[in-house]
């Protein structure tokens, strides 16, 4: 039996693995700008940080995570999330933080066991931001100019920051009785899973895809009308920071996350080439969370980027252009004409790297492979420069360079080798 990767799971490898570690990289440069830094946190925790954060009535919970008891009968999973661990780590290690506002960011797998279809995976990747200790609108208008222009130069394009407020501890509580008593005589139409959620967390209704709950949500009262004048200072505040810094948002009232945790204002980056459904990031505050889980009361907010559908929405042309550059980098394929040759052929190869130039030669063969099958492969892997190496350059210690692009050759001495590619890498 031949053994395949698990469902739900993929290798990724070159040529694929560039755009991934070239989004990464433009994040990381980016987070460092905003002077954000880097957390790494473990894979697996107890269940129950997640519990108690995500909240226990949400799918992520009730269904997707990978939870499962240790050799030490302890109930652990694979993080499905990274906020519940970063307020973990935060709180943890309350003596080692710098900063009044600790901005931290992390990048990795996440975890669900979700039926795998388009576009969902069960181990899938997020970059994101926690900056936690701030209850400042210029903290929430912060991190969306940080994701925006992380989208920016990841090129792409069409995408809209769709808001909503959630209210606070002190006007959502109403907010729900409002909607919990408007639900009430149509509880009969609501698809089965609305009818859970009208006990465990009525708010997760008003995002119900099921198209009988949709028309019922249409006329349901909305949070905007029922927040507290706190509430509606920091929403109105966060909108014209936004508009004065061309973020292209769009008020949705029924935008709720699969979290319980979020509070006040809350997005979602919807890629219009993506379909409506999936987003390619999503965020908000979470002002009660670092409390729930035990820490001294820390207002919060931040987002996740979900990196394969930041890959999927971007184009094909665009993902060339982005990892384009890397490729232009100066690479150069040693061909031996024989045997006795290929010792020089790799002590040239060695000295070009010491250099960090970046080089190759082929080692397919136990033996030498002809000059036309080394030459077809320097063509194969887009080699700029050849040095031929045969019996003639060793007597006179001089190397053969055939520029791949122009045809031209021409003859150097050894010893001015690297000052010769130095040289033309200055020059591109
Ligand atoms: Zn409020
Ligand atoms: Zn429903």
């Not at 440069?29 to 995500?54: D, G, H, K, W």
């Not at 990978?66 to 519940?84: M, N, V, W």
């Not at 210029?138 to 069409?158: C, F, H, P, T």
């Given at each position: 039996?031949?053994?395949?990767?698990?469902?739900?799971?993929?290798?990724?490898?070159?040529?694929?693995?560039?755009?991934?570690?070239?989004?990464?990289?433009?994040?990381?440069?980016?987070?460092?700008?905003?002077?954000?830094?880097?957390?790494?946190?473990?894979?697996?925790?107890?269940?129950?940080?997640?519990?108690?954060?995500?909240?226990k009535s949400t799918d992520i919970i009730q269904k997707e995570m990978?939870?499962?008891?240790?050799?030490?009968?302890?109930?652990?999973?694979?993080?499905?999330?990274?906020?519940?661990?970063?307020?973990?780590?935060?709180?943890?290690?309350?003596?080692?933080?710098?900063?009044?506002?600790?901005?931290?960011?992390?990048?990795?797998?996440?975890?669900?066991?979700?039926?795998?279809?388009?576009?969902?995976?069960?181990?899938?990747?997020?970059?994101?931001?926690?900056?936690?200790?701030?209850?400042?609108?210029?903290?929430?208008?912060?991190?969306?100019?940080?994701?925006?222009?992380?989208?920016?130069?990841?090129?792409?394009?069409?995408?809209?920051?769709?808001?909503?407020?959630?209210?606070?501890?002190?006007?959502?509580?109403?907010?729900?009785?409002?909607?919990?008593?408007?639900?009430?005589?149509?509880?009969?139409?609501?698809?089965?899973?609305?009818?859970k959620?009208?006990?465990?967390?009525?708010?997760?209704?008003?995002?119900?895809?099921?198209?009988?709950?949709?028309?019922?949500?249409?006329?349901?009262?909305?949070?905007?009308?029922?927040?507290?004048?706190?509430?509606?200072?920091?929403?109105?505040?966060?909108?014209?920071?936004?508009?004065?810094?061309?973020?292209?948002?769009?008020?949705?009232?029924?935008?709720?996350?699969?979290?319980?945790?979020?509070?006040?204002?809350?997005?979602?980056?919807?890629?219009?080439?993506?379909?409506?459904?999936?987003?390619?990031?999503?965020?908000?505050?979470?002002?009660?969370?670092?409390?729930?889980?035990?820490?001294?009361?820390?207002?919060?907010?931040?987002?996740?980027?979900?990196?394969?559908?930041?890959?999927?929405?971007?184009?094909?042309?665009?993902?060339?252009?982005?990892?384009?550059?890397?490729?232009?980098?100066?690479?150069?394929?040693?061909?031996?004409?024989?045997?006795?040759?290929?010792?020089?052929?790799?002590?040239?190869?060695?000295?070009?790297?010491?250099?960090?130039?970046?080089?190759?030669?082929?080692?397919?063969?136990?033996?030498?492979?002809?000059?036309?099958?080394?030459?077809?492969?320097?063509?194969?892997?887009?080699?700029?420069?050849?040095?031929?190496?045969?019996?003639?350059?060793?007597?006179?210690?001089?190397?053969?360079?055939?520029?791949?692009?122009?045809?031209?050759?021409?003859?150097?001495?050894?010893?001015?080798?690297?000052?010769?590619?130095?040289?033309?890498?200055?020059?591109?």
């Open positions: 039996m031949t053994l395949n990767s698990l469902k739900g799971t993929k290798d990724i490898f070159w040529p694929e693995i560039e755009i991934w570690r070239h989004l990464e990289d433009i994040s990381r440069q980016v987070f460092n700008i905003y002077s954000y830094r880097e957390i790494r946190t473990p894979i697996i925790e107890y269940t129950s940080l997640f519990a108690r954060s995500v909240g990978y939870s499962f008891k240790d050799k030490g009968h302890r109930q652990i999973c694979l993080r499905p999330e990274e906020t519940a661990s970063v307020v973990r780590a935060y709180i943890q290690h309350g003596a080692l933080r710098h900063r009044k506002v600790e901005k931290l960011f992390y990048i990795g797998p996440m975890f669900r066991s979700e039926r795998p279809q388009a576009g969902r995976m069960r181990q899938f990747h997020q970059i994101g931001v926690e900056a936690i200790g701030s209850k400042s609108p210029l903290m929430d208008a912060e991190i969306m100019l940080l994701l925006n222009d992380i989208l920016n130069k990841s090129k792409v394009k069409n995408y809209i920051f769709k808001i909503n407020n959630l209210g606070c501890d002190k006007c959502r509580p109403h907010y729900n009785d409002i909607l919990k008593k408007t639900i009430k005589p149509h509880l009969a139409r609501l698809c089965s899973d609305c009818k959620r009208y006990n465990l967390n009525v708010l997760r209704i008003l995002d119900c895809k099921n198209e009988s709950c949709k028309r019922i949500v249409s006329n349901l009262p909305i949070m905007a009308d029922y927040l507290c004048s706190d509430c509606k200072q920091h929403f109105e505040k966060l909108r014209k920071l936004l508009s004065k810094f061309k973020i292209p948002i769009e008020i949705d009232t029924h935008l709720v996350r699969g979290l319980d945790y979020y509070t006040g204002a809350t997005f979602e980056v919807v890629a219009k080439n993506l379909g409506a459904k999936d987003a390619v990031a999503a965020g908000g505050r979470y002002d009660k969370l670092v409390e729930e889980l035990g820490g001294s009361a820390a207002a919060a907010c931040g987002f996740a980027i979900g990196l394969e559908r930041l890959i999927s929405s971007i184009s094909e042309k665009d993902k060339d252009d982005l990892v384009g550059e890397q490729r232009k980098s100066l690479f150069i394929y040693v061909v031996c004409l024989d045997e006795k040759t290929r010792l020089m052929g790799f002590e040239i190869l060695s000295e070009l790297r010491k250099n960090n130039i970046c080089a190759e030669m082929d080692y397919s063969g136990a033996e030498c492979h002809s000059l036309k099958s080394q030459m077809r492969q320097a063509n194969n892997l887009g080699a700029k420069y050849v040095i031929i190496i045969g019996e003639d350059e060793i007597r006179e210690k001089v190397l053969t360079i055939k520029n791949m692009e122009s045809g031209k050759q021409e003859k150097i001495a050894q010893d001015k080798l690297t000052y010769f590619f130095n040289k033309t890498a200055v020059k591109k």
